[in-house]
């Protein structure tokens, strides 16, 4: 078999994504997504520009080796423009082998390890008691687990805070908003949030987690960890921001709440001290960033050796292909931890027919071979591209913060 062309499509079904078709010479067509938040067309211009011409007439079965053709034959590592894009042609190629072979991609990667998938949700909300009620309505979905994000009194726009009725957006249309924020006020408000959550629902009902989005110092975080340990989270995600990451030793010497961290990584580098020192319990790399399959597999590999679980980043900018590609990975992999999920707009299911599906707080793959995910060229087409940036964040005297 050999790759024969490979197409770059970016769309617009109620948010951006971009997404790469792999075509072969025996009419098999392979699927990744090359979504990256507000950097979407740097990453189209990677695959047309420098990588799709590579592609062309190499053997699609040959997954690793393109892998290593890819991230070591650039010379330049890394990052995650290159990552998103070196996932979209791994993911493709897992797609068209799958394909290929008559399987879905979970069996190639060691069968079922468990039937479904666990996932949470995200509910939020203006205040406690709508937040509240918000985790309410996930858990009479069906929801096993909720993400509880609420705004807090006196700041504008609280990052992580949803707008929408159960649809979650973090990018906005046009040039980047900007918004404030107060690390006191929200330190005095979210254990508040909790205590509210813990009290109306009982100790052992729902899984409880919490998105800080990298915007504490280590030792802020390590007091809200503590602080929220009586509402037992099953994790606190982003406390600080990865770069320097001597500071989840700090976090780790004061709490027992859970911490998990990586949707930002691209590679195992970004994880390996994290992991082999214990010192996270979940690693949120995702399949489109962190390299596709092929990566991520020896990321859990490393992980499951440390006791850290996975639990992958699936916000709404991870396209219908990477979140099927993920659920296959979930169910394969042993030390699955949990899977975040965001329904994506009826728009978007449209462009990418799946046959994932959402059962009783589970996600469950389809059984056809490949991926089970396909994308309509002709309604992508009437949605193009809308230029969108995730918010910058100001401290309240005007300085850049996390976002
Ligand atoms: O900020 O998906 O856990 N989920 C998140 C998301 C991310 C966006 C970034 O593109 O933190 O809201
Ligand atoms: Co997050």
């Known amino acids: 078999m050999k790759i024969t062309n490979a197409e770059v499509f970016v769309c617009s079904p109620g948010r951006n994504f971009v997404t790469l078709k792999v075509h072969t010479d025996e009419g098999i067509f392979g699927l990744g997504d090359a979504t990256l938040n507000g950097r979407e067309l740097a990453v189209r211009s990677y695959l047309e520009d420098h990588v799709v011409p590579c592609l062309i007439g190499r053997d699609p079965t040959q997954i690793e080796d393109t892998w290593h053709y890819?991230?070591?034959?650039?010379?330049?590592?890394?990052?995650?423009?290159?990552m998103t894009a070196i996932a979209a042609v791994d993911v493709a190629l897992w797609d068209i082998k799958g394909k290929a072979l008559g399987t879905p991609v979970y069996n190639l990667l060691g069968g079922k390890s468990r039937t479904g998938a666990m996932v949470y949700g995200h509910a939020s909300g203006s205040d406690i008691e709508s937040t509240v009620a918000e985790v309410g309505r996930y858990i009479k979905?069906?929801?096993?687990?909720?993400?509880?994000?609420?705004?807090?009194?006196?700041m504008s726009g609280t990052y992580g805070v949803g707008r929408g009725d159960l649809f979650y957006e973090p990018a906005e249309k046009g040039l980047p908003p900007e918004a404030t924020w107060s690390t006191e006020s929200y330190l005095e408000h979210v254990p508040k949030l909790f205590e509210a959550l813990r009290s109306s629902y009982g100790p052992?009902?729902?899984?409880?987690?919490?998105?800080?989005?990298?915007?504490l110092t280590p030792i802020e975080a390590a007091r809200l960890g503590k602080a929220l340990e009586p509402f037992r989270l099953f994790w606190l995600e982003d406390p600080v921001p990865a770069e320097l990451q001597e500071g989840f030793r700090v976090i780790r010497s004061h709490t027992t709440t859970p911490i998990a961290v990586g949707e930002v990584f691209n590679t195992i580098w970004d994880a390996h001290v994290l992991i082999r020192e214990q010192l996270i319990d979940y690693i949120r790399m995702s399949i489109s960033h962190g390299g596709g399959i092929s990566h991520m597999r020896k990321v859990a590999a490393l992980a499951e050796l440390h006791h850290v679980l996975t639990g992958f980043h699936g916000a709404t900018d991870l396209s219908p292909v990477s979140l099927a590609a993920a659920v296959h990975f979930d169910i394969a992999v042993h030390n699955f931890g949990i899977q975040e999920y965001m329904r994506h707009t009826a728009e978007t299911d449209r462009v990418f027919p799946h046959t994932y599906h959402f059962e009783d707080g589970y996600l469950y793959p389809g059984e056809e071979p490949g991926l089970g995910v396909d994308f309509d060229e002709e309604l992508a087409a009437k949605f193009p591209y809308e230029r969108a940036y995730l918010p910058i964040n100001r401290k309240t005297d005007g300085t850049l913060h996390s976002w």
Do not use: S
């Open 70 to 82: 890819l991230y070591k034959g650039a010379y330049w590592r890394g990052g995650p423009v290159t």
């Open 204 to 215: 052992d009902v729902v899984h409880l987690l919490h998105d800080v989005h990298h915007r």
């Open 141 to 154: 979905m069906g929801y096993r687990a909720v993400r509880a994000q609420c705004a807090v009194p006196g």
